[in-house]
């Protein structure tokens, strides 16, 4: 017994020695330096979030957000490899150095900002809504004050909702569950991304689903990094990539290629960044 | 004298230490209606699974046919596999098969609450290991106070439940400590589910508040608070069932 | 055929969930070898006369035993860093290794309480026939009591490591990828409420299946062991 945990554990060790790299020791702080050192841009994501975030059965990554951060690794010139973030550790991982960038649809909103950075310009944007039965005919969010709705845990408007709103919010690990929460009745509505519902009702499934209210708190979604990187070369290459994305209609292409309508903002940028004279 | 204290905490909040549930109305009580969830939580699974560990180690000692091998099937599988799983498995996969009722706009009612999938996952759950724990209290009571009994005319059905169950009780008391400890912090899975328990929301706030570490201190000690409560009842109840002169049988 | 679909879609996520699942086999087996060792000195610290030695052994005993298993995986996940400089060398722990080391704690603590109960069964005849004979208190611990102590341990080791293997999918609240975590994208990627309780009853096989017979395996040894 006592050799099989030795070799257990040195087999364990051995393994995580292997990741060791001197090379990075020379740049430092500098996020750019070290990702190009090691070849591989680690890039935090959700794999719960069809169509921005999701998996594959192999394992792989699939989605907007995934193509968005394949995009800007090529650019970069190296590898991108995906790590799945939850709403309960996508701030620490960044923070602690798991990931470099993450592209996890996080709103860019003040409390934020103290302990990440985003960058600018926003690659995305969205407010939030109610998928209700057509049965419910309800058109403004007052009448549905008091009704249990459920959502995601760790999202940003779960607060306000109950807030401001007056909904009761049942939050749950990830959007099967809330799907499956819904359907067995115990709320009435999904409180989510209005782009999210969007791409629901497009999917003859939810034919019996409708999107009556108006959107609340349009937001924009920012890539996060450390606040550290903010304005350093690493910050600035992602935002100008972003911005890049913005003017020759890229975003506008992955946007669509993943069966999501055009959203009013990304239409709003590529018209604001787009070339003059081409 | 609430103001006094909602200051001190601000104070301390912009020292580095956010304490959101103390200064923010809306926070604590979130807070507060989480700690109260918690504790029914304790308190309705842990009376449940005693009754349910009971029940199926009568079975298990009393008979040997049908009964008793569809509890052994059920201790089999709830001590082998992941509450977190369990509780997954009632609450989305049996929770989307069971009938629905509707209230009174029309609109799908289920008949099982959230909370309730948790208690009965829960008390399932501990009942499997109460179970064990019953049933080594019973194997501990000497053979020879059932033999007395039956000397004296009581039936076997009888022998147990005046004989051998109460003594077997007194057996399983530190065990069964042991048990209700951990269906305690076993609580804390019912946040996978949706229930409003002591860790959802103290997700929730530092979700909002990015508070995480001192939400999770403010938790750690409130479960040993609770665990520390847990053991001290089941250690009073021991002290007040007491029989004196009957010890465990081995004082050579 | 609607249900041959349904099941070639739920095999074809098979591999993906299974490696999860093997994941949450290494974290356990790790978990239990680091555990079982410092839970093997907490164990003797708890034994020792001397207070110095005792008060703290018990009092960590203690609080790894009573806090939930949850609270202290958040607190290994976000306080311990991700990269550690160790002499020059930068080694990088991934989150399913600080889970393992979360585990470790509450591992070490019941394994400690399961050492001082079985030093403590030992009857005390032997105890002083060791004195009568001149041993000294380490050598008796070492080479008498001890060796009476391990085929006793045994059984509740196992029950124990059952016990941590059915604790390891908390960790996919904080992020790791293993069997309930991955169970739970394949469910979203298919977007078909069709497959939630396939999905969640493989999981449970899983689980059965290599727990199961761990727990046959202790139930066996702790009927040949049984000291009369």
Redesign the interface.
């Given at each position: 017994m006592m050799s099989l945990?030795a070799l257990?554990?040195t087999a364990?060790l051995a393994a995580?020695?292997f990741?060791?790299?001197?090379q990075?020791?020379s740049c430092g702080d500098d996020t750019l330096c070290k990702v190009k050192a090691a070849g591989v841009l680690k890039i935090g994501t959700k794999?719960?979030y069809?169509p921005w975030s999701?998996?594959?059965?192999?394992?792989s990554f699939k989605g907007m957000e995934v193509d968005i951060g394949t995009k800007i690794a090529e650019t970069l010139g190296v590898k991108a490899e995906f790590v799945?973030?939850?709403s309960?550790?996508r701030f620490?991982?960044l923070a602690?150095?798991?990931i470099d960038l993450m592209i996890a649809s996080a709103s860019d909103t003040a409390e934020r900002r103290k302990v990440v950075s985003f960058v600018h310009p926003n690659y995305y944007s969205s407010g939030y809504t109610l998928l209700l039965p057509k049965a419910v005919t309800a058109t403004e969010w007052s009448q549905l004050s008091g009704q249990t709705v459920c959502a995601v845990q760790g999202a940003w408007y779960n607060k306000p909702a109950q807030e401001e709103l007056g909904l009761k919010v049942q939050a749950f690990?990830?959007?099967?569950?809330t799907?499956?929460a819904m359907?067995q009745g115990r709320c009435i509505a999904l409180l989510e991304d209005d782009n999210q519902i969007n791409v629901r009702l497009s999917?003859p499934?939810w034919a019996d689903y409708h999107k009556p209210l108006p959107s609340q708190a349009d937001t924009p979604w920012g890539m996060a990094v450390r606040q550290s990187d903010h304005a350093a070369p690493f910050g600035l290459a992602i935002a100008g990539m972003i911005a890049e994305m913005h003017r020759d209609g890229s975003l506008l292409e992955m946007e669509k290629a993943h069966g999501i309508a055009n959203s009013a903002f990304l239409i709003k940028m590529h018209e604001a960044l787009k070339d003059h004279i081409n | 004298m609430i103001t006094n204290i909602q200051t001190f905490f601000q104070d301390l909040a912009s020292s580095g230490i956010n304490l959101t549930i103390f200064y923010d109305a809306f926070d604590f009580d979130r807070f507060v209606t989480g700690l109260g969830n918690t504790l029914l939580l304790i308190l309705i699974s842990a009376l449940l699974s005693i009754v349910i560990g009971a029940g199926c180690a009568a079975i298990l000692t009393l008979s040997n046919g049908f009964a008793a091998a569809i509890v052994r099937g059920y201790i089999?599988?709830f001590?082998?596999?992941?509450?977190?799983?369990?509780m997954?498995?009632f609450y989305?996969?049996?929770g989307?098969?069971m009938p629905v009722g509707r209230n009174e706009l029309g609109l799908p009612q289920p008949l099982i609450s959230s909370f309730s999938w948790a208690v009965l996952s829960l008390s399932l759950y501990s009942g499997a290991f109460n179970t064990e724990t019953f049933r080594a209290g019973i194997g501990a009571v000497h053979n020879s106070y059932e033999e007395a009994a039956l000397a004296l005319g009581y039936g076997k059905r009888q022998a147990f439940f005046s004989v051998t169950a109460p003594l077997a009780l007194r057996f399983s008391f530190a065990s069964l400590a042991n048990n209700l400890?951990d269906l305690t912090?076993?609580t804390?899975?019912a946040?996978?589910v949706g229930v409003a328990e002591l860790?959802y929301v103290s997700n929730q706030i530092w979700s909002d508040s990015l508070n995480?570490?001192e939400m999770?201190n403010v938790?750690?000690v409130i479960?040993?608070v609770l665990?520390?409560a847990v053991v001290f009842i089941i250690n009073r109840v021991e002290a007040a069932m007491r029989l004196p002169g009957f010890g465990l049988g081995d004082g050579? | 055929m609607n249900q041959a679909n349904l099941l070639a879609q739920i095999l074809?996520?098979m591999?993906?969930v299974l490696?999860g699942f093997v994941l949450n086999i290494l974290m356990s087996?790790?978990a239990i070898?680091i555990g079982?060792?410092v839970g093997t000195f907490l164990g003797f610290g708890q034994i020792s006369p001397n207070i110095l030695i005792g008060a703290p052994a018990k009092l960590a005993t203690q609080?790894f035993?009573?806090?939930?298993?949850?609270?202290l995986l958040?607190?290994c996940?976000?306080?311990m860093?991700?990269?550690v400089n160790i002499g020059?060398?930068?080694?990088?722990?991934?989150?399913w290794?600080r889970a393992t080391i979360g585990f470790s704690f509450p591992v070490a603590a019941n394994f400690s309480e399961i050492v001082r109960g079985s030093v403590n069964s030992v009857?005390r005849g032997q105890w002083e026939a060791a004195e009568a004979l001149g041993y000294s208190r380490r050598a008796t611990l070492f080479r008498i009591i001890l060796p009476q102590c391990v085929t006793r341990m045994v059984p509740p080791w196992m029950n124990l490591y059952?016990l941590l293997?059915?604790?390891?999918?908390?960790s996919m609240?904080?992020?790791v990828?293993e069997a309930?975590?991955r169970t739970?994208?394949?469910?979203?990627?298919q977007?078909d409420?069709r497959v939630?309780?396939p999905m969640?009853?493989a999981?449970?096989a899983m689980?059965?299946l290599y727990?199961?017979p761990i727990?046959r395996l202790s139930l066996m040894l702790e009927r040949r062991f049984r000291t009369k």
């Open positions: 945990k257990v554990l364990a995580i020695g990741s060791a790299s001197a990075a020791q794999d719960d069809v999701y998996r594959a059965p192999d394992g799945k973030v939850t309960a550790n620490e991982f602690q150095g798991q690990a990830g959007t099967a569950e799907e499956a359907t999917n499934k | 089999a599988l001590r082998n596999t992941p509450l977190i799983v369990q997954y498995f989305f996969a049996i989307s098969i400890v912090k076993a804390t899975v946040y996978a860790l995480t570490i999770m938790m750690l479960y040993l665990t520390g050579q | 074809e996520w591999p993906f490696q087996v790790l070898a079982t060792t609080l035993r009573n806090a939930p298993w949850l609270v958040f607190y996940i976000f306080l860093p991700y990269q020059g060398v930068m080694i990088q722990l991934p989150s290794l009857p059952a293997l059915t604790a390891t999918p908390l609240i904080v992020g990828e309930l975590g739970q994208a394949a469910v979203q990627a977007s409420s939630l309780i969640y009853l999981l449970l689980f059965f727990t199961w727990n």
